[in-house]
Nanobody, 126 residues
Framework: QVQLVESGGGLVQAGGSLRLSCAAS????????VGWFRQAPGKEREVVAV????????EYADSVKGRFTISRGSDKNTVYLRMDSLKPEDTAVYYC???????????????????WGQGTQVTVSS
């Protein structure tokens, strides 16, 4: 079992920045991809960004391209989501998720991820 804990959420004004962290613990041996997802009130959960074990394969949702950056720490077990130029529509609960696979594997489908964190709230005021 892999346990995931998100941190770094909060309240920020439009145009501001936040950095979210996703820390993995437990059975972290083996390569696993990590995805950041978000769910706004009344909306379905959507993918934000995903990164492979190596950090070399990355995908972003069109809505965050050029504003958000996903990266993997040197220990591989911490994944960051740097969010710049935040907009009110970025307000949501942000979740990280993990899925075992090959070193270059990624998936943008939430249904492929077996392990999820509890989420962290991000609120962007206008």
């Amino acid at each position: 079992q892999v346990q995931l804990v998100e941190s770094g959420g909060g309240l920020v004004q439009a145009g501001g920045s936040l950095r979210l962290s996703c820390a993995a613990s437990g059975r972290t041996s083996g390569a696993y991809a990590v995805g950041w997802f978000r769910q706004a009130p009344g909306k379905e959960r959507e993918v934000v960004a995903v990164v492979s074990w190596t950090g070399g394969t990355i995908e972003y949702a069109d809505s965050v391209k050029g504003r958000f950056t996903i990266s993997r720490g040197s220990d591989k077990n911490t994944v960051y989501l740097r969010m710049d130029s935040l907009k009110p529509e970025d307000t949501a609960v942000y979740y990280c998720a993990a899925e075992y696979g090959s070193a270059w594997y990624i998936t943008t489908s939430e249904y492929d991820y077996d392990y999820w964190g509890q989420g962290t709230q991000v609120t962007v005021s206008s």
